[in-house]
């Protein structure tokens, strides 16, 4: 029997590398694209296998979080993994930031990064623990996308690097609210990616300083985050929930 995957933010960069990974491994994948409806088609049609499904929706509003979650599980039969990824980054350091910037900011990525996850970690439990009741089983998983900026902190990214540390402690309660029924709970924090968002810093100079984090003198590749999250979502035994993996190169060791 296939497993049932809802990913989050899966239009590009992360995310379409952990549905294809996920894909890869025969989970019948849901799609979850904000706002490109086009990038989340393309994505699910690349994907390996079959049965695979596209849902849309703003997560920044916890109306807008059940009804992604309520379709997506809908259309797959039901949801055994729920991997939190989708989220923003917007640069707003405290100097040269006006304070209605500032607040604007911090509304959206709490919203997007730390709501979101929360609003959809309630629905998938709730999912679970009464598909349990009615005999269906109950256990899953649910893996958050955080990030080492969460442990070393953002000079010019704060509401970011807040966010994902309340998506770590968010992690680590779920894992003990949960296991009594079954789902593991963890994260993983990847360092620099090179995703299209973050392309554009890493040409020239600041490209050079960034690679130069890690000893290996590079940055992740979207499908390294991924490969970690797919054993997450899997093989990884129940054990390892509340874990946060880095997955950073070495680039910041804690």
Not at 183 to 189: E, F, G, K
Not at 220 to 244: C, H, Q, R, Y
Request: net charge neutral; aromatic share 6%.
């Amino acid at each position: 029997m296939s497993t049932h995957s809802l990913v989050t933010g899966a239009g590009r960069g992360i995310g379409s590398a952990i549905a294809a990974a996920l894909a890869g491994a025969g989970h019948r994948v849901a799609v979850h694209a904000g706002h490109d409806a086009e990038a989340g088609r393309k994505v699910a049609a690349s994907l390996p296998g079959s049965g695979h499904t596209v849902v849309i929706g703003d997560l920044s509003t916890a109306a807008e979080c059940e009804r992604v979650f309520r379709e997506a599980a809908d259309r797959l039969g039901g949801l055994d993994v729920l991997v939190n990824n989708a989220g923003t980054y917007r640069p707003h350091p405290v100097p040269g930031t006006s304070y209605a910037n500032w607040q604007d900011v911090w509304r959206q990525t709490m919203n997007l990064n730390l709501f979101a996850p929360a609003n959809l970690s309630w629905l998938m439990a709730d999912h679970l623990i009464n598909r349990a009741q009615d005999g269906g089983g109950g256990r899953g998983r649910i893996v958050n996308v955080g990030s080492r900026g969460a442990f070393r902190g953002e000079a010019e990214t704060p509401a970011y690097a807040a966010s994902k540390a309340g998506l770590h402690a968010l992690t680590q309660s779920l894992a003990v609210a949960l296991a009594p029924h079954g789902i593991v709970s963890t994260a993983v924090a990847p360092g620099f990616v090179d995703t299209r968002m973050g392309r554009p810093a890493l040409e020239g100079e600041s490209g050079v300083a960034i690679r130069a984090q890690s000893p290996f003198n590079r940055v992740a590749e979207p499908e390294e985050v991924a490969a970690a999250v797919l054993w997450l979502a899997g093989d990884a035994p129940e054990w390892v929930s509340g874990t946060i993996i880095d997955v950073n190169g070495a680039s910041y060791l804690r």
